[in-house]
């Protein structure tokens, strides 16, 4: 059974650091991501990495703050979330794909984790 497991959220204060880990069963996935999603809204992309080469890419809202890392042998994937701010108060998923994605569409990405919630007190 396919499984994506989050951890790390939690609170913090603004410009404070937290890291996220999700656990991850299937072997290889084409590309990984991290989406937010505030109540009510949509979600959005955060930051992807692709299994192949590891190319990662950030959405500017986190550029120079967030760094998203992979390790394929532990099957885990993290979030380094450094400078937060308010702003960043979400929930954050997990996600992953087995075959190409179009940028940060959602609906792409197959699997799912939970989520893991982070807020940041200013």
């Known amino acids: 059974q396919v499984e994506l497991v989050e951890s790390g959220g939690g609170s913090v204060q603004a410009g404070g650091s937290l890291r996220l880990s999700c656990k991850y069963s299937?072997?290889?996935?084409?590309?990984m991501a991290w989406f937010r999603q505030a109540p009510g809204k949509g979600s959005e992309g955060v930051a992807r990495?692709?299994?192949?080469?590891?190319?990662?890419y950030l959405y500017d809202s986190v550029e120079g703050r967030f760094t998203i890392t992979q390790d394929k042998a532990e099957r885990m994937m993290y979030l380094q979330m450094n400078n937060l701010n308010a702003e960043d108060t979400d929930m954050y998923f997990c996600?992953?794909?087995?075959?190409?994605?179009?940028?940060?569409?959602?609906?792409?990405?197959?699997?799912w984790g939970k989520g893991t919630l982070v807020i940041v007190s200013s």
């Open positions: 996600a992953a794909a087995r075959n190409a994605v179009r940028g940060w569409r959602a609906d792409d990405f197959e699997d």
């Open positions: 990495i692709y299994d192949l080469d590891g190319r990662n």
């Open positions: 299937e072997l290889h996935y084409y590309v």
